[in-house]
């Protein structure tokens, strides 16, 4: 069975640890549980979305690999403590992964969905978008460790992300146009686009074999036109006659 990051995330982030995302953020638990339980596979899905676009696979992918290996524990405590500035922490890196304005709409769809304002809940997913990154780096690094591996890796998660986002939130938030992507592009993920056959043209064997054929029979057509025209008189001229010269005593016939 494959690796599912909904399913991850959501263990981490316990009902003690959602009681503490609640009061570092300012909101009641149960507020809390319904933010977060919808915020992983938001996160999930706006990730996918970032796939998209240029240099975007790239840089979550880099977002992984320079994480702090004890991202999760060092979470965790911070939770503990009520450190809301690393909930911030969090919130701008996700901004960064996809775009402000990707992380203002879904803070405004996440608040609307749990009745919170818009910013506790940008705050909330602070902490749920570091609890993402910290999951997917405790995978195989072959997963997540180039472009087209987190391309892989989230594309795998489509199906679990859209059956555990909440319908009114998924409409909210366009999900299916964020997740229609995954698994389609390549560009996005930053591989190098495929090379051509041995040869360099990229065409199959007939066609090369064709158009030799139809630049041999032009360069044919053309030498014989020019070969034609050569031999033929110019219009006017009088055909070459052959004069003998007279011998002595010899007088010319009539």
């Known amino acids: 069975m494959g690796v ?8 981490y982030l316990t009902p003690q640890l959602v009681s503490q995302i609640a009061s570092t953020a300012g909101v009641d638990p149960d507020s ?19 796939l998209a676009a240029p240099g975007g696979a790239k840089k979550i992918s880099d977002a992984v690999s320079n994480s702090d290996p004890d991202l999760l524990t060092k979470l965790t405590g911070a939770l503990g403590a009520g450190q809301l500035q690393t909930l911030n922490d969090g919130a701008n890196a996700l901004g960064g992964l996809i775009g402000a304005g990707g992380l203002s709409n879904l803070a405004n769809a996440l608040g609307q969905y749990a009745g919170v304002p818009p910013e506790a809940a940008q705050s909330a997913l ?7 990154i910290g999951v997917i780096g405790q995978q195989d690094p072959s997963t997540w460790s180039d472009p087209s591996a987190i391309v892989g890796l989230i594309a795998s998660q489509k199906g679990a992300i859209a059956a555990a986002l909440p319908a009114s939130l998924s409409q909210a938030l366009g999900a299916p146009s964020l997740l229609a ?4 592009s390549s560009a996005a993920s930053g591989a190098a686009p495929a090379a051509p056959p041995a040869g360099g043209s990229g065409l199959p064997t007939w066609a090369i074999v064709l158009i030799v054929v139809v630049v041999l029979a032009a360069v044919a057509y053309y030498w014989l036109a020019i070969h034609k025209k050569a031999e033929k008189p110019a219009a006017g001229m009088a055909p070459a006659t052959t004069e003998f010269a007279m011998l002595p005593g010899v007088s010319r016939v009539g």
């Not at 602070?126 to 609890?131: L, N, T």
């Not at 992507?181 to 389609?184: Q, R």
């Open 4 to 11: 599912d990051l909904n399913g991850l995330v959501s263990k």
């Open 126 to 132: 602070g902490a749920v978008s570091q609890a993402v």
């Open 181 to 184: 992507g995954l698994g389609a």
């Open 32 to 50: 809390a549980q319904k933010l977060i339980g919808a915020a992983v596979p938001a996160v999930l899905a706006s990730l996918g979305g970032a």
